[in-house]
């Protein structure tokens, strides 16, 4: 006698770390790598435009945010898509006008602050900031896609009767 085929095993999707969890993982891996851009900025500022060298912070410090986001602050379980590259981009371009404005801003007002005075202010800007592109990250980015739901059934024989039943 055949034995019926059995339906494939259910793949268990990675638990997901609720909000206080999940923006305790951003907070110290997006701040960490945050405090590193902090660093960043002055050193290729000496070489370069301000401005510019806070833009190509912001770029590699989005990508390397990115991927740890997916893996670990919202644990997709995978990779960061193009797609969430994009869109990650999208709220990291609100984060660098932010910083730029802010930094802008004490020029403005004082122009010729100190680094750690500097360092405040981007540090400040890039918080608050953050705190937005968490909510986006969250709720838009890695928001747990509501799809249809796919059943596996059990093979029927020919009168639509399941195939354990059809074969008793």
Known sequence: MKQPLAPPPAVAAPARPG??????????L???VGVLAGLAVPLLAAVMPWVA?????TVAST???TELHARFTFATGRRAAWREHWQSAGSATVAYLATTIAVGLLHLLQ???????EQLVYLGASGLAGTGRFLVLR????????GPV???LTPR?????PALAAAA
């Open 150 to 152: 796919v059943r596996h």
């Open 111 to 117: 122009p010729s602050p100190g680094l750690l005075t």
């Open 19 to 28: 909000p206080f969890a999940s923006f305790l993982r951003f907070v110290l």
């Open 53 to 57: 060298a806070n833009a190509a912070v």
């Open 63 to 65: 990508l390397l945010c």
């Open 157 to 161: 024989g020919a009168a639509g009767v």
């Open 139 to 146: 709720c838009c980015v890695f928001a747990v896609r509501r």
């Open 30 to 32: 997006g701040g960490g």
